[in-house]
């Protein structure tokens, strides 16, 4: 009866410890959160709605970054403000994840690289908003806008370049 009860409790315990674990994995929380395929079928992944690379800037991009600009002329006074500054800074932060799905033929690597320096930038800005600090939001904005205009050099030959 004791080997029977052990072994319920054992079972238990196997399970509120894989739900841990899977409550870890799907809410992206602790050493779990390791992004991992969860289903294969076409459906899942990652495809263009948009092959246009203009077309993908004109409506993912400019109307974001028009808007931040916009908001980060004065000191957000209320935190309707501060968060309109946070929702504009992470779409632009986690658009530049899209860019590297859409890699072009020639210079691969620069392209790469000049997405992954905005979405850094734009991840600054986004947590300089959360703790309302106006001159650190400016300051990565800045930087947010040298790495894209660095790329819209490199790959658009100097077109479309950001003003703050």
Same mark, same amino acid.
């Given at each position: 009866m004791k080997l029977v009860t052990g072994l319920f409790c054992l079972a238990? !315990?196997?399970?509120?410890?894989?739900?841990?674990?899977?409550? %870890?994995?799907?809410?992206?929380?602790?050493?779990?959160?390791?992004? /991992?395929?969860?289903?294969?079928?076409?459906e899942a992944r990652v495809?263009?709605?948009?092959?246009?690379?203009?077309?993908?800037?004109?409506?993912v991009f400019q109307p974001t970054y028009r808007r931040l600009s916009?908001?980060?002329?004065?000191?957000?006074?209320?935190?309707?403000?501060?968060k309109a500054i946070k929702s504009d800074?992470?779409? !632009?932060?986690?658009?530049?994840?899209l860019l590297i799905?859409? %890699?072009?033929?020639?210079?691969?690597?620069?392209?790469?690289?000049? /997405?992954?320096?905005a979405r850094s930038a734009g991840g600054e800005l986004y947590r300089a908003a959360k703790t309302k600090d106006f001159a650190a939001s400016g300051a990565a904005y800045r930087r947010m806008l040298e790495h894209c205009n660095a790329c819209h050099r490199q790959f658009e030959d100097g077109k479309h370049i950001l003003e703050q």
């Open positions: 238990g !315990l196997m399970v509120v410890a894989g739900m841990g674990m899977l409550k %870890q994995e799907t809410f992206g929380v602790g050493p779990a959160a390791v992004p /991992a395929a969860r289903n294969s079928s076409a495809e263009s709605v948009e092959d246009s690379m203009h077309e993908f800037m004109e409506y916009q908001q980060l002329k004065t000191t957000p006074t209320d935190n309707q403000g501060w800074s992470l779409i !632009l932060a986690e658009s530049c994840n799905g859409r %890699q072009p033929e020639d210079d691969a690597q620069d392209w790469c690289r000049h /997405a992954v320096s």
